[in-house]
């Protein structure tokens, strides 16, 4: 793989997918690894449920009970799914997402981002963002960590985009070259730093140093 290959070459990426990849202006590799999120959530403050309740947004991990799906008479589709931790039982409700029922597994571990909906006495959480946790919360992609938000198009989200650059973070060194020799910016991160934090960012100073090289980029584009 290199720069300028198709965006298609990419694990996962066919040709409608690549459709929808090409209206976000994005056809190769290169392009892909420079379209850089907009701004970034952080979901690294993982709360028990009982302090997800009280807090009424944010993250929290918990252990799938059960997860069952029903239909209405009105084809909607309603998956319930039961979770708990040390502090107590949530259920949690998705709408027209029965796969669900299939993928979060009984007795596994995930993470998950959402508020509380409150109507009267009762409280609700609608389609909660869900991850697996894994034993190195660096190996999280969506949740339990900073992640970014990028311009989305229909059939193409945030989570979607995350999922394509992964692959490509090892291989960022050999595919994006810095024009500029170090010692010239010695106060600014290499190019392919750059890249690789602005994707995977451990801290917000990973941002703001990625950014800045960028905007440093950008600049000389202008300048020459």
């Known amino acids: ?4 290959s198709s965006v298609k070459d990419i694990k996962g990426v066919g040709d409608a997918l690549a459709l929808k990849f090409e209206k976000l202006g994005i056809s190769t590799v290169k392009d892909l690894l420079f379209y850089v999120p907009y701004k970034y959530q952080d979901t690294s403050d993982v709360l028990s449920i009982s302090q997800f ?10 252990e799938i ?13 309603i998956t319930t799914v039961k979770v708990k931790d040390d502090t107590q039982t949530l259920a949690l409700t998705y709408f027209n997402q029965p796969y669900l029922s299939k993928t979060l597994l009984e007795g596994e571990k995930y993470l998950f981002n959402g508020k509380v909906t409150t109507k009267g ?5 609608y389609n909660p963002k869900a ?17 970014g938000i990028y311009s989305e198009t229909k059939g193409l989200s945030s989570r979607i985009l995350r999922s394509k ?10 595919l994006i070259k810095d024009p500029l020799r170090s010692e010239l910016i010695p106060h600014l ?14 801290t917000q100073e990973d941002i703001i140093q990625a ?10 584009k202008i300048a020459f």
Do not use: C, W
């Not at 946790?133 to 900073?146: M, N, R, T, V, Y």
């Open 65 to 77: 009970v059960s997860a069952k799906t029903i239909y209405t008479r009105f084809r909607k589709q």
């Open 1 to 4: 793989m290199n720069p300028n």
């Open 121 to 125: 006495n009762k409280r609700s959480i």
């Open 53 to 62: 309740l009280q807090t009424g947004t944010g993250t929290f991990v918990a």
């Open 189 to 202: 991160l290499t190019l392919p730093m750059a890249i690789s934090q602005v994707h995977f960012p451990l």
């Open 211 to 220: 950014r800045e090289r960028l905007a440093f980029d950008e600049m000389l």
């Open 131 to 147: 991850e697996k946790l894994h034993e190195d919360i660096s190996e999280q992609l969506h949740l339990g960590k900073l992640i």
């Open 165 to 174: 650059i992964k692959p490509l973070k090892d291989e960022i060194p050999s």
